[in-house]
């Protein structure tokens, strides 16, 4: 099977910068993308980020300039480089591997937050 592993969370103040990485391990063959999800207490689990194994990435608009997404396809590993971050940013981050089937895979997810 596919294990798939994030690191990286933690606590930062408003302004702050983390940098997310999730590994995937096991029977990986082929990987369609990776992305990063998040969800706060109370509200629907969104999309942050998403890279192609092509290196093809999108971002929701609440992020755009101020997280970058990055993957290294030979390590099967994704980076959410966090920036600016803000009090509204605070949330589990879920790593989301896709392989072509379709068939997705979750980590169990980092706490991120972003306080004073």
């Known amino acids: 099977q596919v294990q798939v592993v994030e690191s990286g969370g933690g606590l930062v103040q408003p302004g702050g910068s983390l940098r997310l990485s999730c590994a995937a391990s096991?029977?990986?063959?082929?990987?369609?993308?990776m992305g990063w999800y998040r969800q706060a207490p109370g509200k629907q689990r969104e999309s942050v980020a998403r890279?192609?194994?092509?290196?093809?990435?999108n971002y929701a608009d609440s992020v755009k300039g101020r997280f970058t997404i990055s993957r290294d396809n030979a390590k099967n590993t994704v980076y959410l480089q966090m920036d600016s971050l803000k009090s509204e940013d605070t949330a589990v981050y879920y790593c989301?591997?896709?392989?072509?089937?379709?068939?997705?895979?979750w980590g169990q997810g980092t706490q991120v937050t972003v306080s004073s």
């Open positions: 989301n591997v896709e392989l072509w089937g379709p068939i997705g895979y």
């Open positions: 096991g029977s990986v063959y082929d990987i369609k993308a």
């Open positions: 890279i192609s194994s092509g290196g093809r990435s």
